[in-house]
């Protein structure tokens, strides 16, 4: 291993770590180098700071760098790290790829959203527009980091699942989502935060058995109501296609990515299981997430 800062026993560098990480990380580069290795906990990391060594780790050896750390907190919300973003590279990975390439994200399809997101955004400018007017003063304040990530929600789950659910009209309605995309926001708002925080059970293994925070059994409870969400839409669907006898014969540049895996689940339904349908949506969500909203 490159150098390491002195560790204390069962922690090791956990108490070097501060926050912001990257202004702590950069204290210990100008002491230690642009690379040195840090034991977090029982885990290992090697931390690169310089440009060159970046780009032989991740250009000239990539493979070796492709695989994400299996944290348990990570395992519980990522199908046990079957998803997209977690899995490791491989044949599961490269066949996850191909899916989202060819299916789900070709060049038609990415176009075909073009209508449900000028849709979408018309509908809150008009809304925007009909909450100033209704003023006295004919302005209105808006929260526009709230009406973005309201949009991308709404877009999401109409490209997900074709949700066009009735919305509230009225100007002081707290929100003017369909009912779909109002309980994923309430799922997104559970999940996220623990899964995107540094639980400290990923990195001391004792911990694991006390859970005394919680967090394990919140991160339960969140995938739960994700995974019941995901399935109540997967089977609405599937009914909705039984009804109108939908078949692969139709435009697939039309249809809800729910629609196009179980149009694909009737040829093959050993690969496009329930299971990798959920994972794809699930992956998919978290755009909605994005940093930029």
Not at 194 to 212: C, E, K, Q, S, T
Not at 261 to 268: A, D, F, G, I, Y
Request: net charge positive; proline share 5%; charged share 20%.
């Amino acid at each position: 291993l490159p150098p390491s800062p002195p560790a204390i026993p069962f922690f090791g560098h956990l108490h070097l770590i501060d926050k912001p990480l990257h202004a702590a990380l950069s204290r210990l580069a100008e002491r230690h180098g642009p690379v040195f290795s840090l034991r977090l906990g029982s885990r290992n990391a090697v931390v690169v700071s310089s440009p060159g060594c970046a780009r032989e780790c991740f250009t000239d050896n990539d493979v070796c760098f492709a695989n994400r750390p299996r944290f348990p907190s990570q395992m519980l919300a990522t199908f046990n790290g079957t998803s997209l973003g977690s899995a490791n590279y491989g044949p599961h990975w490269r066949n996850l790829r191909r899916i989202a390439t060819v299916h789900l994200l070709s060049s038609h399809r990415v176009s075909g959203m073009s209508g449900i997101i000028s849709g979408q955004a018309r509908h809150m400018v008009r809304r925007m527009y009909r909450a100033a007017t209704a003023s006295a003063a004919g302005v209105a304040r808006v929260q526009l980091k709230r009406r973005l990530f309201e949009l991308s929600l709404s877009v999401l789950m109409e490209a997900i699942a074709q949700s066009k659910t009735t919305r509230r009209e009225a100007p002081d309605a707290d929100t003017d989502m369909s009912m779909e995309a109002q309980e994923l926001r309430h799922v997104l708002d559970e999940l996220n935060p623990l899964i995107g925080a540094a639980n400290l059970w990923d990195y001391l293994p004792a911990l694991r058995w006390f859970d005394v925070f919680g967090v394990k059994r919140k991160i339960v409870a969140a995938v739960n109501r994700r995974n019941a969400f995901m399935r109540r839409l997967i089977d609405a669907e599937r009914q909705r296609m039984d009804n109108n006898d939908v078949d692969g014969g139709d435009d697939g540049e039309k249809k809800s990515m729910i629609s196009v895996l179980l149009t694909l689940q009737k040829t093959q339904p050993e690969v496009y299981t329930d299971t990798l349908i959920m994972t794809l949506c699930a992956v998919s969500t978290l755009f909605a997430k994005s940093p930029i909203f």
